[in-house]
């Protein structure tokens, strides 16, 4: 029988800490846990999330969650970050229509895998040197929870007029150049934390019915556009690189199959065709130099290749 796979909330490595008698091990959490593991029924897994939460911490209990975690998880069971899961899904859903269009066995499993190695190193540096500075990306950590909180204060205050400005952004493709539009860069952590208190305060108890009907009404639109954004920002913290990501995503067989996902999903029509190859964005929109790039004519190799009438197996349509 294999073992079964456990994830703890953070909050759990936090209770056994805190347990009065023999450290975690001692807790009844921690006994049963530790017995799991010894009798192979059991794995502990732990997450990028929770390498970020004990980042939050301060010393010691930084370091102590850091090794109980170790310990756990056998220094080595780290589950992939939400980037990587959500791109292994979306590629799953392009194969569901184009198969062959997302390689679930090139460059990402080594992304995928090194990502996962990188998360165990921060938290075994964590372990290892207590009161190591961890750099200015924990301040970046630090402000996420409240700016969080404060935008669902901000919806919480007035939901109507909120959602009004979601769905219209939404059905209009509206986008800024604003980097922040939020206005959160500006604010201190003690102003938003009064800037939360003060619209908590003014917050409805819960959504009207109007409001409600409104929001299921318009969700299939807002998921949509949405869901497009964070997608795309997967995506770029996934692939470092436009090399690993052209070897994954195959876009001849997203072409291919174009008709398909027309035909499930009514997206507009795939680009016209050239005898060169397909038409960029820019040329379907009157620019008359094709943008065309064929990587066989910038290679010495493979355009001796061609001459010798070969016809080499990579070909990349930019």
């Given at each position: 029988?294999?073992?079964?796979?456990?994830?703890?909330?953070?909050?759990?490595?936090?209770?056994?800490?805190?347990?009065?008698?023999?450290?975690?091990?001692?807790?009844?959490?921690?006994?049963?846990?530790?017995?799991?593991?010894?009798?192979?029924?059991?794995?502990?897994?732990?997450?990028?999330?929770?390498?970020?939460?004990?980042?939050?911490?301060?010393?010691?209990?930084?370091?102590?969650?850091?090794?109980?975690?170790?310990?756990?998880?056998?220094?080595?069971?780290?589950?992939?970050?939400?980037?990587?899961?959500?791109?292994?899904?979306?590629?799953?859903?392009?194969?569901?229509?184009?198969?062959?269009?997302?390689?679930?066995?090139?460059?990402?499993?080594?992304?995928?895998?090194?990502?996962?190695?990188?998360?165990?190193?921060?938290?075994?540096?964590?372990?290892?040197?207590?009161?190591?500075?961890?750099?200015?990306?924990?301040?970046?950590?630090?402000?996420?929870?409240?700016?969080?909180?404060?935008?669902?204060?901000?919806?919480?205050?007035?939901?109507?007029?909120?959602?009004?400005?979601?769905?219209?952004?939404?059905?209009?493709?509206?986008?800024?150049?604003?980097?922040?539009?939020?206005?959160?860069?500006?604010?201190?952590?003690?102003?938003?934390?009064?800037?939360?208190?003060?619209?908590?305060?003014?917050?409805?108890?819960?959504?009207?019915?109007?409001?409600?009907?409104?929001?299921?009404?318009?969700?299939?639109?807002?998921?949509?556009?949405?869901?497009?954004?964070?997608?795309?920002?997967?995506?770029?913290?996934?692939?470092?690189?436009i090399c690993t990501m052209i070897t994954t995503i195959i876009s001849p067989a997203l072409i291919e199959h174009w008709c398909e996902a027309e035909r499930r999903y009514g997206p507009e029509r795939a680009p016209p065709r050239c005898?060169?190859?397909?038409?960029?964005?820019?040329?379907?929109?009157?620019?008359?130099?094709?943008?065309?790039?064929?990587?066989?004519?910038?290679?010495?190799?493979?355009?001796?290749?061609?001459?010798?009438?070969?016809?080499?197996?990579?070909?990349?349509?930019?």
């Open positions: 029988m294999a073992a079964k796979m456990i994830y703890l909330d953070q909050s759990v490595y936090g209770h056994m800490l805190d347990y009065d008698s023999g450290g975690w091990r001692q807790s009844p959490m921690g006994r049963e846990l530790v017995e799991a593991q010894t009798a192979g029924t059991g794995e502990v897994w732990f997450s990028p999330v929770n390498v970020m939460e004990t980042a939050q911490a301060s010393e010691p209990r930084r370091s102590q969650l850091a090794k109980c975690m170790l310990d756990l998880a056998g220094a080595r069971r780290v589950l992939p970050g939400h980037d990587f899961i959500l791109v292994e899904k979306f590629g799953h859903f392009l194969n569901s229509f184009a198969p062959g269009s997302f390689n679930l066995r090139g460059a990402f499993p080594k992304l995928r895998d090194d990502a996962s190695r990188l998360w165990l190193g921060y938290l075994a540096l964590m372990a290892a040197a207590p009161g190591v500075t961890l750099g200015p990306g924990i301040e970046d950590l630090r402000r996420a929870k409240p700016e969080t909180r404060l935008l669902a204060a901000r919806f919480a205050a007035n939901p109507d007029e909120t959602l009004d400005r979601m769905i219209t952004s939404a059905e209009k493709m509206q986008v800024t150049h604003d980097s922040d539009p939020l206005g959160l860069c500006a604010l201190s952590r003690q102003q938003i934390d009064q800037e939360t208190e003060q619209l908590l305060a003014q917050s409805v108890p819960s959504l009207t019915g109007s409001t409600r009907r409104k929001l299921a009404q318009h969700r299939r639109v807002i998921a949509e556009r949405y869901g497009g954004v964070e997608v795309g920002a997967m995506l770029d913290s996934v692939f470092p690189c005898p060169g190859g397909y038409l960029s964005v820019r040329e379907t929109r009157g620019v008359r130099e094709p943008k065309h790039v064929d990587v066989r004519h910038r290679s010495p190799r493979t355009r001796a290749a061609r001459q010798r009438g070969d016809d080499p197996d990579r070909r990349f349509d930019v």
